[in-house]
């Protein structure tokens, strides 16, 4: 059984241009999570998703950041007009049921803003 | 919202050494994840915690949740510099939306 994988691993953009995370959770997950660790930050919640459904969305920017999670495929964190703020490692994870359980990681995406 | 704050920020020991690192919340803990970030990697699933008194084994690590004192402590026995890394404790806010503390940095040094 595959971990969460996300990819790319290393994504880099210049200012202004799209960054388009992916991450497919552990099979049979239908919760993915998404959080960001900035340089010499702690990690930091920003969405939690269930199949087709934001469920809280809480910890995420409110300008150019949206996330989905379709029937088919993998969840997608998008950021559109990107700026250098946004360089950061960007975390997925993913949970069989929706609380008391382990959640899963995948390796990141470390997204570099040039 | 409830805050959690490790302690000790980062932490060098000698191989073979015991240590633990604490964790401590603003608001009474009903449940505690310990998770470990190896240096420019993704997170592991230590432990999770769920009622006061609670503790767990893994291997040389022993996570132990004190409700009372709304705190939780991990500790390794006979370091190793396999056990290098960021040790992050988590709690969930309805649910599996984990709130992070800052981290405790571990290097072993052989």
């Known amino acids: 059984n595959a971990g969460v994988m996300q990819n790319p691993r290393h994504l880099v953009r210049r200012r202004g241009q799209e960054a388009r995370l992916r991450c497919s959770p552990m099979?049979?997950?239908?919760?993915v999570y998404w959080y960001r660790q900035l340089p010499e930050e702690g990690l930091k919640f920003m969405v939690y998703?269930?199949?087709?459904?934001?469920?809280?969305e809480s910890g995420m920017p409110k300008e150019r950041f949206s996330a989905e999670f379709p029937k088919e495929g993998p969840s997608i964190l998008r950021i559109q007009q990107v700026v250098r703020g946004d360089s950061a490692a960007y975390f997925c994870?993913?949970?069989?049921?929706?609380?008391?359980?382990?959640?899963?990681f995948g390796q990141g995406t470390r997204l570099t803003v040039v | 919202s409830q805050e959690l704050e490790q302690s000790p920020q980062s932490l060098i020991v000698q191989e073979g050494k015991n240590l633990t690192i604490n964790c401590t919340s603003s608001?009474?803990?009903?449940?505690l994840y310990w998770y470990k970030q190896k240096y420019g990697e993704g997170l592991i699933f230590l432990m999770m915690?769920?009622?006061?008194?609670e503790e767990k084994s893994h291997e040389k690590i022993t996570a132990k949740l004190d409700e009372k004192k709304q705190q939780s402590s991990l500790h390794i026995t006979a370091s190793q510099p396999s056990h290098a890394g960021i040790y992050l404790c988590?709690?969930?806010?309805?649910?599996?939306?984990?709130?992070f503390g800052g981290g405790t940095r571990l290097m072993v040094k052989p």
């Open positions: 915690l769920q009622k006061g008194g």
């Open positions: 994870a993913s949970s069989l049921v929706g609380q008391n359980t382990e959640a899963f």
């Open positions: 998703l269930q199949k087709e459904n934001i469920i809280d």
């Open positions: 608001k009474t803990l009903y449940g």
């Open positions: 099979k049979g997950h239908s919760h």
């Open positions: 988590g709690v969930g806010n309805a649910g599996n939306m984990l709130t």
